[in-house]
């Protein structure tokens, strides 16, 4: 991490900095900041291992209820560009409180959603309105600490990003076994209206100059068209059989006619919503590319292990957060050492580290049959960890470096836009070509044991013999072969997830190697 950091979007040039906080106020506006970003960054996690049971409370397959992940994943990413634009309009103090308060509000009706189409809608809410939240953290933190002491500020609010991964699928799965799933969303609450009062009631002296600058409302209209059609499309493709369904056509059509005309806009925009011409730059363009599509398949792996584990392993969803939390362990440990050493080392060489470690993971998942254990689960998911902490920080370094400081709040916001799309979209494909993969093993069994095979004749028989009748045992049978082939298929996708890792180590080394003790950027923002 670099000692410095881009300066709050709102300030005005050479306007002087208010002085830093010292004593209680530092303290307890620390604690707020990171309360609310380590609530922000909970949510991203904590549904994952509760969409077995949103799904089946709501009535919808498990793959909509993914669209509780997208959703989210999608209206965050939109709203992040605009957080520049935002502070210079309604200051940082201001924006932050307002998005917390909101965050608690749309939490609120989450949990009282009694359909599918209602949570979607209030999780669209909530992950608009969390845009802002974590880079304004940021900002506002590194403002309330001497410059000197700005890589431990940096440090304190990395470590509630890294601890949330942890605590998301426990909390999860506890509260969902224990008490019910609307309570993920209602713990928001209590920890965001503590966060705003005490941010407030600390910060708002402390308020950035707000000016009033024209937006790009074309750029921003053709921004929610492209990627709102794109990610509809990858939900609901496999429901309406892809490109036999007119709905999926036109969405498609959208999605390539509102990204074309997007480019053409933003390029020639006198205040465009999105710098694109940041994509010029070699480190920008590769960098963010291979960021971006590391975490669509990344994190579309995190949000298939707890659906196959719950589905088809007979996982609670306690189960499942145990079995999913310690990726974060490594990560906790390691993290400190690769920001310090981001400046020294080559980060090429880390982020290739990190791609090797994660194809290392997803092979070794690969291998997962109906009988793998509880503790050879385990292990792939705590050396993942490991893989985390080389991630992230190396790869924003290269993202970021070489750029004028004016430029880096831009290109931080383009960056996070484009992860974040990418997580989202991943998530819809991992699933979607599971579902695919398993009806393909799913018809290779069934032609192997069909009614008059000896194999299926002699389990029918054993299963008889327990007590159950003929169309029972054919139940029974059916299902133990959608576990192997749900099983299977995870199995597909996690080797092609380590061929996509391994593939992409190619795209880190176009990147040209920061100047030797320059961090430029700080990682934070990544997470």
């Known amino acids: 991490m670099s000692a410095a950091a881009p300066a709050a979007p709102g300030a005005a040039p050479g306007q002087a900095a208010p002085p830093p906080l010292y004593g209680p106020a530092l303290v307890l506006g620390t604690l707020s900041l990171s309360l609310a970003t380590f609530m922000n960054v909970l949510d991203s996690s904590i549904a994952n291992v509760s969409l077995p049971a949103i799904a089946g409370d709501l009535g919808v397959s498990p793959t909509q209820g993914t669209w509780v992940i997208t959703s989210f994943g999608v209206a965050n990413a939109i709203s992040v560009p605009l957080t520049g634009w935002l502070t210079q309009r309604f200051g940082a103090v201001r924006l932050f409180t307002w998005s917390v308060l909101l965050f608690v509000l749309a939490s609120w009706l989450c949990g009282f959603a009694p359909s599918l189409e209602l949570l979607i809608a209030f999780r669209v809410l909530q992950g608009a309105v969390a845009g802002p939240m974590i880079p304004l953290s940021q900002t506002l933190l590194l403002a309330s600490y001497p410059r000197e002491k700005a890589g431990t500020a940096l440090a304190l609010w990395g470590v509630t990003t890294l601890v949330a991964p942890v605590a998301g699928p426990l909390l999860g799965g506890w509260i969902t076994d224990h008490i019910s799933w609307p309570w993920i969303f209602y713990i928001n609450i209590p920890v965001g209206l503590a966060a705003a009062a005490v941010t407030w009631g600390i910060y708002k002296d402390r308020e950035t100059p707000v000016r009033k600058l024209p937006i790009d409302t074309i750029g921003l209209a053709l921004l929610v068209l492209w990627v709102g059609a794109l990610q509809l499309m990858l939900d609901k493709g496999h429901e309406e059989d892809w490109f036999h369904s007119g709905l999926i056509v ?41 960021l971006s599509v590391a975490y669509g398949v990344f994190f579309g792996n995190v949000v298939l292990m707890p659906l196959w584990l719950q589905q088809w392993m007979g996982y609670t969803a306690t189960a499942a957060g145990w079995a999913l939390a310690p990726v974060g362990v490594l990560a906790i440990v390691l993290t400190p050492l690769v920001g310090k050493k981001v400046s020294q080392w080559d980060p090429r060489r880390m982020a290739t580290g990190a791609f090797i470690g994660f194809a290392l993971v997803l092979w070794l998942r690969s291998h997962f049959t109906t009988q793998t254990d509880f503790a ?9 960890g490991a893989a985390m902490a080389f991630f992230f920080i190396p790869l924003t370094t290269l993202t970021l470096s070489g750029l004028a400081p004016e430029r880096i709040p831009s290109a931080a916001g383009l960056s996070n836009f484009v992860r974040i799309t990418a997580g989202a979209m991943g998530t819809s494909i991992a699933t979607t070509l599971w579902n695919t993969r398993a009806s393909l093993h799913h018809a290779q069994y069934a032609e192997s044991l069909g009614q008059g095979s000896p194999a299926a004749a002699e389990a029918v028989a054993r299963l008889e013999g327990a007590g159950l009748s003929t169309e029972q045992a054919w139940g029974q049978i059916n299902r133990l072969v959608d576990q192997q082939a749900f099983t299977r298929a995870a199995d597909d996708i996690f080797l092609a997830s380590a061929g996509v890792f391994l593939l992409l180590i190619v795209l880190i080394w176009f990147t040209k190697r920061p100047a030797r003790g320059v961090a430029g950027a700080d990682a934070g923002g990544a997470h």
């Open 376 to 384: 050879h689960i385990l292990i792939p998911t705590l050396m993942q």
């Open 250 to 290: 036109a969405l498609a059509l959208a999605a390539a006619i509102g990204l074309a005309v997007f480019i053409v806009w933003e390029l020639t925009a006198e205040h465009p919503v999105v710098d694109l011409r940041l994509f010029a730059g070699r480190n920008f363009a590769f960098g963010a590319l291979s």
